[in-house]
C-alpha cells in the first residue's frame, strides 16, 4: 500500500515538474513557490469541514488557510503545505467559486492566493481542469445552479434575508462552501442563514418560533430576549473555527487632539440651522452631520494632518464624507508626494513611488484588501462603528508585512461630538445620533 502511495507521489512530482516546463517562466516562477503555513493555519485546517465558518482577525491569514483546505480535499499532500515541494491534486479537482468583495476581485488578491498551487481563473494559466470563478458578493446569484462544486464566502455577508442570503443558501444546498469571517455574528439572529445551511434549523420561521420572544410593547418587532441559548452556543461553536494567533506586529495607537470652532459648533447647536445647505437641519442625523463637519474641517486638523505626514512619508488616510477628500486633496503635500484614491467614486492603486498618501472612504475601503507598503494610518474623523474602526486598522496588520512597529494616528477635538464617539469605540460600540442629540 505505501508502494502504491510512493508511486502515486512520484506521479503528480513529475507532473508537477512539467507543469513548470510548459508554463510560460513568469507563472513557473510564481506557481511553484514553496507554501509554508504557520502553525495556527495548520491547526484550523485540521479542524476545518464543510460549512465552517473561518473566523481570525484581519491580517490572520484566512485566505490561504481556505485555499490550503481545498487542496486537501482535492487529493493535495499535508507536507506540501509546510515547506516540501508542490504536489499536484487530483485532476481535475471540483470546480472552485470565491465569492468576496468587488475590491479584492478587482485587485486580483485571490489570484496572488491561488498561484502557488498551480490555480488559475484564466484557463490558460490553470493547471487543471476545472474551473476557477472570482467574483463579487454583487453577482453571487449567477452561480445559483452550481452543482458539486466548492464555494469559498469570503467577508461574510450572509446575515438577514436579502438577494445574497437567498442565494447563499441556494449554493449551500448543493455545494461544499466554508466562509470567512473576521467578525461572524453580533446576536443570534445574525447565525440564522449559517444554522439553516447547516441543516440545524429547516428555515427562519423554525429558528423564530424555537428561539424568538418579541416584545409587545414595541410598535415594530422588536427582540426582547433568546431562548434555549445553551443549544445555540452548542451549535455556533460546531461550526466556528478560531485561528487564534500572536500577532508579530506592535500596533500603536495615538489619539491626536486639535482645535475646532467653539463659536461655529454652539451656533449649530443652537439654531439648528445647516450653514452649508442654507436650510433647516430636521433630524439628529443632520445635526450630527454638520456639528461633524464643523470639527472636522479645521484648520488644525489639516495642519496636523501634514505634520504626521513629514513623519511618515508613505501613509494611508481614512476618511468619512467627500468634502474631507476635497480638504485632503487640496492640501500643501511635500513636494514629490503622490495622491491616489479608493472610494465610490474612483478605485486607484497605491502608489509606487517614495512618498505617497492613499485616501480611502470608511463606506468603501475598511475591509477586503491589505497592504504591507506603509507602516502607518492616520483617520482624519473618526467612523461610527467599532467594527468598521477595527477592520480599517486591519488593512496593515497583515502576517507578511516587513514591518513590526505599526502607527495609528486618530485626529480629533474635545468638542462634544467627538467626545462621545470615542467613547462609543472605546466601549466596542456603535454611536447612536438619536442618543446624543436627544432629538
Given at each position: 500500500m505505501r508502494r502504491a502511495d510512493n508511486q502515486e507521489t512520484?506521479?503528480?512530482r513529475?507532473?508537477?515538474?512539467?507543469?513548470?516546463?510548459?508554463r510560460c517562466n513568469k507563472r513557473a516562477g510564481i506557481a511553484l513557490a514553496k507554501i509554508n503555513l504557520y502553525s495556527h493555519q495548520l491547526e484550523a485546517i485540521q479542524r476545518m469541514k464543510?460549512?465552517?465558518?473561518?473566523?481570525?482577525?484581519?491580517?490572520?491569514?484566512?485566505?490561504?488557510?481556505?485555499?490550503?483546505?481545498?487542496?486537501?480535499?482535492?487529493?493535495g499532500e499535508i507536507a506540501c503545505l509546510q515547506g516540501e515541494d508542490y504536489i499536484p491534486m487530483d485532476d481535475?479537482?471540483?470546480?472552485?467559486?470565491?465569492?468576496?468583495?468587488?475590491?479584492?476581485?478587482?485587485?486580483?488578491?485571490?489570484?496572488?492566493?491561488?498561484?502557488?498551487?498551480?490555480?488559475?481563473?484564466?484557463?490558460?494559466?490553470?493547471?487543471?481542469?476545472?474551473?476557477?470563478?472570482?467574483?463579487?458578493?454583487?453577482?453571487?446569484?449567477?452561480?445559483?445552479?452550481?452543482?458539486?462544486?466548492?464555494?469559498?464566502?469570503?467577508?461574510?455577508?450572509?446575515?438577514?434575508?436579502?438577494?445574497?442570503?437567498?442565494?447563499f443558501l441556494k449554493i449551500a444546498r448543493r455545494n461544499r462552501w466554508i466562509l470567512l469571517s473576521a467578525t461572524p455574528g453580533d446576536n443570534w439572529s445574525d447565525y440564522i442563514p449559517l444554522f439553516i445551511a447547516n441543516g440545524f434549523y429547516k428555515n427562519r420561521t423554525q429558528f423564530t418560533r424555537e428561539h424568538i420572544v418579541y416584545s409587545h410593547a414595541a410598535k415594530f418587532p422588536k427582540i426582547e430576549r433568546y431562548l434555549g441559548e445553551g443549544r445555540l452556543e452548542r451549535l455556533r461553536d460546531s461550526i466556528l473555527i478560531d485561528m487564534?494567533?500572536?500577532?508579530p506586529t506592535q500596533a500603536h495607537h495615538e489619539d491626536v487632539y486639535v482645535q475646532y470652532d467653539i463659536s461655529l459648533y454652539k451656533d449649530l447647536m443652537r439654531s439648528r440651522w445647516d450653514i452649508w445647505k442654507n436650510e433647516p437641519i430636521e433630524n439628529a442625523g443632520g445635526l450630527c452631520y454638520c456639528l461633524r463637519r464643523a470639527v472636522?474641517?479645521?484648520?488644525?486638523?489639516?495642519?496636523?494632518?501634514?505634520?504626521?505626514?513629514?513623519?511618515?512619508?508613505?501613509?494611508?488616510?481614512?476618511?468619512?464624507?467627500?468634502?474631507?477628500?476635497?480638504?485632503?486633496?487640496?492640501?500643501?503635500?511635500a513636494a514629490g508626494t503622490a495622491m491616489a484614491e479608493w472610494n465610490g467614486h474612483k478605485h486607484e492603486p497605491i502608489p509606487k513611488t517614495n512618498r505617497w498618501v492613499y485616501?480611502?472612504?470608511?463606506?468603501?475601503?475598511?475591509?477586503?484588501?491589505?497592504?504591507?507598503?506603509?507602516d502607518t494610518i492616520l483617520f482624519y474623523s473618526q467612523n461610527y462603528s467599532y467594527k468598521v474602526m477595527v477592520q480599517a486598522s486591519g488593512r496593515i496588520d497583515r502576517l507578511n508585512t516587513p514591518f513590526h512597529d505599526l502607527y495609528y494616528y486618530h485626529l480629533k477635538s474635545r468638542s462634544g461630538i467627538d467626545l462621545a464617539i470615542s467613547r462609543a469605540l472605546k466601549d466596542k460600540k456603535t454611536f447612536n445620533e438619536s442618543r446624543f442629540i436627544k432629538w
Open positions: 512520484g506521479t503528480k513529475a507532473r508537477a515538474g512539467e507543469a513548470q516546463g510548459v464543510n460549512g465552517c465558518v473561518v473566523c481570525g482577525g484581519v491580517g490572520s491569514g484566512k485566505s490561504l488557510t481556505a485555499i490550503s483546505y481545498y487542496y486537501l480535499e482535492n487529493g481535475p479537482p471540483m470546480d472552485l467559486y470565491i465569492i468576496t468583495t468587488a475590491r479584492k476581485r478587482d485587485t486580483f488578491e485571490w489570484e496572488k492566493e491561488l498561484a502557488p498551487f498551480l490555480l488559475s481563473t484564466t484557463k490558460e494559466t490553470n493547471l487543471y481542469g476545472n474551473k476557477v470563478v472570482v467574483d463579487s458578493w454583487n453577482n453571487v446569484h449567477k452561480y445559483t445552479e452550481a452543482e458539486n462544486a466548492f464555494f469559498i464566502f469570503d467577508e461574510q455577508r450572509v446575515v438577514g434575508s436579502g438577494v445574497w442570503v437567498k442565494s487564534d494567533f500572536k500577532r472636522n474641517q479645521d484648520e488644525s486638523r489639516q495642519r496636523m494632518a501634514l505634520e504626521i505626514a513629514e513623519k511618515h512619508p508613505k501613509m494611508i488616510i481614512f476618511y468619512s464624507f467627500d468634502y474631507e477628500l476635497e480638504i485632503l486633496k487640496s492640501l500643501g503635500w485616501f480611502v472612504n470608511y463606506g468603501a475601503g475598511s475591509e477586503g484588501w491589505n497592504c504591507i507598503e506603509t
